[in-house]
């Protein structure tokens, strides 16, 4: 699979504080990307550099094929970028704002209309199209806020923080149209504080601290490298339950509740190798189910810290 974001090396300090140190990322094309850490990590600095707002100390960037430094241009002409504080501007209708947006990208007036038009329809926004932003529901701001960004029908999109503030219906919404972006072959490289979201939505996810790349892979190879997974077993008949706890030596035992857990990675074949000892010791297992950790405790493992999800403004030297 082509690299839609390929970086080597990225390095950004301001002053004598290290912000982004040696970052190495591979986004595949049509995926989306998940960049995660605390406040002050470093996330909005790598989008702001990814995207041409600010420049880096150091590193090899191609973004869409092309080395960001050479030919910034040609960067700028495939991406878009939302931003975690809205660019609508309240006091034109949502029609208005997509136009103001089309003519910045010269689409000339039939096609800046036309466009204009597809994207309320794509985003349920038709009815509200014609009332100024001002008027508009935070998950409606933010939609149209997503549709401008693609006014100009870009190939990879960085998301900085999409949904910070949302209520879930829109939080959810949200995510639909992310996904919907993306089998239609977009890009999204993603920064978020909720690590739901971070689950439901990427293919790949990079943990970002104090400048550092800390952890990287899938969600679910995340959530394996945690210690704390295991098996749960439950039985109905005691003596069931003893005989188990003399198969299983490894379990963790509640005598009242008669319950085992054993521990696992979550891995199939560990599963496998489990069934084949129940099997073969005939145990009468009245429930099991498999318990492995979340993000949030990935989170924790590889930062020292607890998620938060917090809107407090971080401030660009601190990123």
């Not at 094309?29 to 600095?45: D, M, V, Y």
């Not at 660019?87 to 039939?110: K, P």
């Not at 749960?232 to 299983?248: D, I």
């Amino acid at each position: 699979m082509s690299s839609a974001i390929d970086v080597r090396g990225l390095h950004k300090s301001y002053g004598d504080k290290l912000v982004l140190d040696g970052i190495d990322l591979n986004v595949a094309e049509g995926t989306i990307f998940a960049l995660l850490g605390p406040n002050g990590a470093g996330k909005t600095t790598a989008v702001q550099i990814l995207s041409t707002l600010i420049t880096a100390d150091a590193g090899e960037i191609r973004v869409a094929g092309h080395d960001l430094n050479q030919d910034p241009e040609a960067v700028r002409a495939a991406i878009g970028v939302t931003g975690q504080f809205s660019a609508v501007d309240g006091l034109l209708t949502g029609q208005e704002n997509l136009i103001m947006m089309a003519d910045l990208y010269h689409l000339g007036r039939s096609e800046g209309r036309r466009r204009a038009a597809e994207l309320l329809e794509q985003f349920d926004l038709v009815e509200a199209g014609k009332k100024m932003a001002m008027t508009y529901s935070g998950g409606m701001k933010r939609r149209l806020d997503l549709a401008m960004t693609l006014v100009g029908s870009p190939r990879i999109i960085f998301l900085d923080e999409p949904t910070t503030g949302l209520d879930p219906r829109s939080r959810h919404s949200m995510w639909q149209l992310i996904r919907e972006l993306v089998a239609g072959g977009v890009t999204v490289l993603l920064t978020t504080q909720y690590l739901e979201e971070a689950d439901q939505l990427a293919d790949q996810i990079a943990v970002l601290d104090q400048g550092r790349l800390v952890a990287q892979g899938t969600p679910e190879q995340l959530k394996r490298r945690v210690p704390g997974g295991h098996i749960r077993l439950r039985f109905t008949a005691p003596e069931e339950f003893a005989l188990a706890g003399q198969v299983l030596p490894s379990a963790s035992r509640d005598e009242d509740a008669l319950v085992l857990q054993v521990p696992s990675d979550g891995s199939v074949h560990t599963l496998r190798a489990l069934l084949s000892r129940i099997d073969d010791a005939s145990l009468e297992v009245d429930e099991l189910t498999v318990h492995t950790p979340d993000l949030d405790d990935v989170f924790f493992a590889v930062t020292g810290q607890p998620t938060t999800h917090e809107n407090a403004e971080e401030k660009v030297t601190n990123k």
